[in-house]
């Protein structure tokens, strides 16, 4: 489990950009980027920020900071799309009724994501896959 402490300064937040403006950059803007919350919007104090690991295979739960995130680990950066699974949903619902917010076609977008790898995180802290075979899909 990872759990972390946040304060909510908003109701959820859903928007997308405008779909003729999609593919003017391979790298979407920030400020284009699509953005969908189910829950309210956390507040999040980069200094303060702690990310707390536990559950099976893991003794004591582990306490990391942004700053440990950062700095004790290989950082990677990877180049990926994300899509909403609900992008396009307005186009389905003419043709049955379909349950979720009208998107668009434009809650997809593409960036550049650095940071540590959770494998990287996972043997820092001790938890090993061969000692916890049960546990699936974290690699």
């Known amino acids: ?3 972390y402490e946040v304060t909510i300064i908003m109701l959820s937040f859903n928007a997308e950009p405008p779909l ?3 593919a003017d950059s391979f790298i979407t803007p920030n400020e284009l980027f699509y953005v969908r919350n189910h829950h309210p919007v956390p507040e999040i104090d980069p200094d303060s920020y702690t990310l707390q690991i ?3 295979g893991i003794d ?3 306490s990391l900071t942004l700053s440990d995130l950062q700095n004790k680990f290989e950082q990677v950066t990877i180049t990926s799309a994300i899509q909403c699974a609900g992008n396009r949903r307005c ?4 043709h049955k009724p379909v349950r979720g917010m009208d998107w668009g076609g434009a809650a997809i977008s593409n960036a550049s994501w650095t940071g540590p790898r959770l494998s990287d995180v996972l043997l820092h802290i001790g938890w090993s896959e061969e000692k916890y075979p049960e546990v699936k899909h974290v690699w």
């Open 91 to 94: 186009d389905m619902a003419q």
């Open 1 to 3: 489990c990872l759990h």
């Open 54 to 56: 536990d559950g099976i």
């Open 20 to 22: 003729n403006i999609l």
């Open 60 to 62: 004591d739960t582990i």
